[in-house]
C-alpha cells in the first residue's frame, strides 16, 4: 500500500476534504434516525378515508369521569355523523318552446254503424203484366200497336208509357193494347211500361221497352249534276267502306234497304223501305282523294265565237 505524504500541500487538501465528507455524512445519518432536540421520529400524516374522532384523553382516576362530561366530550364527534340535509336551489329551466318536429294529427272520427234496419216486404201488384209486345223498338219509326199480356186487368185500367197515359183498348182481363206515337220513341233509350187504373188502386209491376238507335246508311252526298228539268238529276255519293264513288238517281236503292226520295243542292232523302225511317245526307266534300269527281280540272268548253 502506498504511504501518503502529507508534507505535500495537495495531499493535506484531499486527506481534509476526505474528514470533512465523512463528518458531513455522520451528521446527516444521525439526522434522519434519530433527529435534532427530538425523542421520536416525525412521520407524514395520513389521508384516512372516513373522519375518525379524535380520541378522547383519559385520567388514570376513573373516579374523576361523570357522565355530563362524556356527553360535552363526545358532542363534537357526533355533529360529525349528522344527516346531511339538501337545500335544492330555485333555479328553474327555461319554458320549453314549440317542437318543429312535432304535427298535429287530427284524431280519427269513429262513425257509429248504421243500424241495421228490417227490409219491409213489398206488397204484391194486384194485377199482373207478363209481357210487352214488341219487346224492342228502333228510334224514329213511326206509330206501333202495343200489346200487353196480364191478367186480371179491367176496363177502367190504363196502359202508362213513360209516366204519360195511352188511349187503351180493353180486350180481355188478360190483354190490352194502345198505339205509341213516333214522338215518344224519337230518341234511343229504355222506357217503362205500366199498367194501372187513374187512382192506382190497382196496379202492376214495370216492364221495359228497349229502343235502339236505327241502321243508317253508310254514304256520304259529295256532289250533284242537275239536269234542266229538275227531275233526272244524277247524284255523286260516296260509299265509306271501298271509297267507290256512285251516280244514284231518284228511285235507286242502295244496299238493298235505303231508297233515294229526293236529291237538291244541299241534302240527299234516302227511307228505309224495311223500317220505314226517313234519313237525311247533308252535301259534304267527301274524301278528297286523287279519285274524287270534285278535284277533276273542269274542261275547257270554247266559245261560238271562235268558230270559223
Given at each position: 500500500?502506498?504511504?501518503?505524504?502529507?508534507?505535500?500541500?495537495?495531499?493535506?487538501?484531499?486527506?481534509?476534504?476526505?474528514?470533512?465528507?465523512?463528518?458531513?455524512?455522520?451528521?446527516?445519518?444521525?439526522?434522519?434516525?434519530?433527529g435534532?432536540?427530538?425523542?421520536?421520529?416525525?412521520?407524514?400524516?395520513?389521508?384516512?378515508?372516513?373522519?375518525?374522532?379524535?380520541?378522547t384523553?383519559?385520567?388514570?382516576?376513573?373516579g374523576?369521569?361523570?357522565?355530563?362530561?362524556?356527553?360535552?366530550?363526545?358532542?363534537?364527534?357526533?355533529?360529525?355523523?349528522?344527516?346531511?340535509?339538501?337545500?335544492?336551489?330555485?333555479?328553474?329551466?327555461?319554458?320549453?318552446?314549440?317542437?318543429?318536429?312535432?304535427?298535429?294529427?287530427?284524431?280519427?272520427?269513429?262513425?257509429?254503424?248504421?243500424?241495421?234496419?228490417?227490409?219491409?216486404?213489398?206488397?204484391?201488384?194486384?194485377l199482373?203484366?207478363?209481357?210487352?209486345?214488341?219487346?224492342?223498338?228502333?228510334?224514329?219509326?213511326?206509330?206501333?200497336?202495343?200489346?200487353?199480356?196480364?191478367?186480371?186487368?179491367?176496363?177502367?185500367?190504363?196502359?202508362?208509357?213513360?209516366?204519360?197515359?195511352?188511349?187503351?183498348?180493353y180486350?180481355?182481363?188478360?190483354?190490352?193494347?194502345?198505339?205509341?206515337?213516333?214522338?215518344?220513341?224519337?230518341?234511343?233509350?229504355?222506357?217503362s211500361?205500366?199498367?194501372?187504373?187513374?187512382?192506382n188502386?190497382?196496379?202492376?209491376?214495370?216492364a221495359?221497352?228497349?229502343?235502339?238507335?236505327?241502321?243508317?246508311?253508310?254514304?256520304?252526298?259529295?256532289?250533284?249534276?242537275?239536269?234542266?228539268?229538275?227531275?233526272?238529276?244524277?247524284?255523286?255519293?260516296?260509299?265509306?267502306?271501298?271509297?267507290?264513288?256512285?251516280?244514284?238517281?231518284?228511285?235507286?236503292?242502295?244496299?238493298?234497304?235505303?231508297?233515294?226520295?229526293?236529291?237538291?243542292?244541299?241534302?240527299l232523302?234516302?227511307?228505309?223501305?224495311?223500317?220505314?225511317?226517313?234519313?237525311?245526307?247533308?252535301?259534304?266534300?267527301?274524301?278528297?282523294?286523287?279519285?274524287n269527281?270534285?278535284?277533276?280540272?273542269?274542261?275547257?268548253?270554247?266559245?261560238?265565237?271562235?268558230e270559223?
Amino acid at each position: 500500500m502506498q504511504s501518503i505524504d502529507l508534507t505535500k500541500p495537495g495531499e493535506r487538501k484531499k486527506l481534509i476534504w476526505a474528514g470533512l465528507l465523512g463528518v458531513s455524512a455522520l451528521i446527516v445519518l444521525w439526522w434522519a434516525l434519530f433527529g435534532f432536540g427530538s425523542s421520536s421520529p416525525t412521520t407524514a400524516p395520513r389521508a384516512a378515508a372516513t373522519p375518525t374522532p379524535a380520541a378522547t384523553p383519559r385520567t388514570q382516576t376513573a373516579g374523576t369521569n361523570r357522565p355530563d362530561q362524556l356527553v360535552s366530550q363526545n358532542v363534537a364527534d357526533l355533529s360529525l355523523f349528522k344527516p346531511i340535509e339538501y337545500q335544492p336551489s330555485s333555479y328553474s329551466p327555461p319554458d320549453v318552446q314549440r317542437n318543429i318536429f312535432a304535427y298535429w294529427v287530427a284524431p280519427v272520427k269513429v262513425v257509429p254503424p248504421a243500424p241495421e234496419q228490417t227490409p219491409v216486404p213489398t206488397p204484391t201488384p194486384p194485377l199482373l203484366l207478363a209481357s210487352v209486345s214488341p219487346s224492342n223498338v228502333f228510334a224514329r219509326s213511326p206509330d206501333f200497336k202495343l200489346e200487353i199480356a196480364g191478367d186480371k186487368f179491367t176496363p177502367a185500367v190504363k196502359i202508362y208509357f213513360d209516366g204519360t197515359e195511352l188511349p187503351t183498348i180493353y180486350t180481355s182481363p188478360q190483354q190490352l193494347s194502345a198505339t205509341v206515337p213516333a214522338a215518344m220513341i224519337a230518341a234511343p233509350g229504355a222506357r217503362s211500361i205500366l199498367v194501372r187504373t187513374p187512382d192506382n188502386t190497382l196496379y202492376s209491376a214495370t216492364a221495359s221497352l228497349s229502343v235502339a238507335a236505327p241502321p243508317t246508311p253508310n254514304y256520304s252526298y259529295i256532289g250533284i249534276i242537275g239536269e234542266r228539268t229538275r227531275v233526272n238529276d244524277t247524284a255523286i255519293v260516296q260509299d265509306k267502306s271501298n271509297k267507290n264513288y256512285l251516280n244514284v238517281h231518284r228511285g235507286d236503292v242502295l244496299s238493298g234497304r235505303f231508297r233515294v226520295t229526293s236529291i237538291s243542292d244541299k241534302e240527299l232523302v234516302m227511307m228505309d223501305t224495311t223500317l220505314k225511317i226517313k234519313h237525311t245526307l247533308a252535301m259534304t266534300e267527301g274524301d278528297k282523294s286523287f279519285g274524287n269527281p270534285l278535284t277533276r280540272p273542269t274542261p275547257r268548253v270554247e266559245s261560238e265565237d271562235d268558230e270559223p
